[in-house]
């Protein structure tokens, strides 16, 4: 019988992260989808809330405030995803936000059909946090020396 090196499992090792063609799929998603929440999704609700706020549907009015935090929360985790350290976390938390959306969508706005787009979104950010773990217990290794 052969004894395990106990190390080996408390280790940040090379299983912790994806494979080159992974990698590569998992990059593409990341900037594809960070410039989509900057540019499409968060931008506009900071360039031009009021107009966003004229043009929501009468069940849906949400205060201008909120509006802008949403944006900046949007424009922040698209920059996060494009940056190879926070990209873990970036998208752990995107994934919380769509899955709220999808919630605001399908009970408040009555609409659960527009519901399924943010929830698809949700479930290909729980998947790059997941591939990206390893870059969580770096951030958190360099953030406590």
Do not use: C
């Amino acid at each position: 019988m052969t004894a395990a090196d106990p190390s080996a499992t408390f280790s940040s090792d090379v299983t912790d992260r994806p494979g080159k063609i992974r990698n590569r799929v998992l990059w593409t998603l990341q900037i594809l989808l960070g410039l989509f929440f900057i540019i499409a999704s968060g931008g506009p609700k900071l360039v031009m809330p009021n107009a966003l706020m004229d043009n929501a549907p009468e069940n849906l009015t949400i205060p201008l405030g909120l509006l802008i935090f949403i944006g900046v929360v949007e424009v922040a985790g698209g920059i996060g995803l494009m940056v190879p350290r926070l990209s873990a976390l970036a998208a752990a938390g995107l994934s919380v936000l769509t899955v709220l959306a999808a919630g605001t969508q399908a009970f408040i706005a009555d609409k659960p059909l527009m519901g399924i787009f943010p929830l698809v979104l949700a479930a290909i950010f729980a998947w790059i946090a997941y591939e990206r773990r390893a870059t969580i217990t770096d951030l958190r290794n360099s953030l406590s020396r």
